[in-house]
Structures are given as structure tokens and as C-alpha cells.
């Protein structure tokens, strides 16, 4: 399985970003995915998570303002930002079934 992470970029603070990620192979349906973040000189963590059934979690840092959500027939998982503060850049990870871990996207909010 691979993790195609994308939909990064440079927002305003307030503004909103959409970040996708697509999985290949057969394993997405089945799997929890999650989007994690590493901030810059900082360790990574969790952003939200959407288990196979739908059900979400979110960290207190990003309730209320983001969104994940997951479409198995397109094997993706997404993450709708709003309210972006600059805080919350950071490049922006996705992971499936808290094992595989795709590539990255930037995500740089700016005061």
C-alpha cells in the first residue's frame, strides 16, 4: 500500500485548505486512517483520525475547525481546514492503519 498525500499550500489565517490523501491497493475499506502533523523543530502529532466505519476523532487543538473524511470508492481520505491560524503549519501527514505513512504536504498559514 501507498499514501499519495496532496492539496498543501500557503493560506491566510482564517482561510481554508483541503488536503487529500489516496492509497493504493485493496486494504483502504478496512483500514483507520489518519492525517498527523509535524510543525517545524517540533515532534509529530496526531491531527484526526476516521476508523473504517466512519467514526472520528479530533484533537483539541483542531475541533470545531477541521473536518476529516474518507470516500472508499476513491481509496481517499480528506481533511477539510478551516479557520486556519498559523499555528497550524506544519507539513501534514497521512497514515493508514497507524502503519504506513505517505509522504507529506505543506501546509504554511501566514498572519
Known amino acids: 500500500v501507498q499514501l499519495q498525500a496532496s492539496g498543501g499550500g500557503l493560506a491566510q489565517a482564517g482561510g481554508s485548505l483541503r488536503l487529500s490523501c489516496a492509497a493504493s491497493?485493496?486494504?483502504?475499506?478496512?483500514?483507520?486512517m489518519g492525517w498527523y502533523r509535524q510543525p517545524p523543530g517540533k515532534q509529530r502529532e496526531v491531527v484526526a483520525l476516521i476508523s473504517m466505519d466512519g467514526v472520528t476523532e479530533y484533537a483539541a487543538s483542531v475541533k470545531g475547525r477541521f473536518t476529516i473524511s474518507r470516500d472508499n470508492a476513491k481509496n481517499t481520505v480528506y481533511l477539510q481546514m478551516n479557520s486556519l491560524k498559523p499555528e497550524d503549519t506544519a507539513v501534514y501527514l497521512c497514515?493508514?492503519?497507524?502503519?504506513?505513512w505517505g509522504q507529506g504536504t505543506q501546509v504554511t498559514v501566514s498572519s
Open positions: 497514515n493508514l492503519n497507524f502503519r504506513i
Open positions: 491497493g485493496s486494504a483502504f475499506s478496512t483500514s483507520a
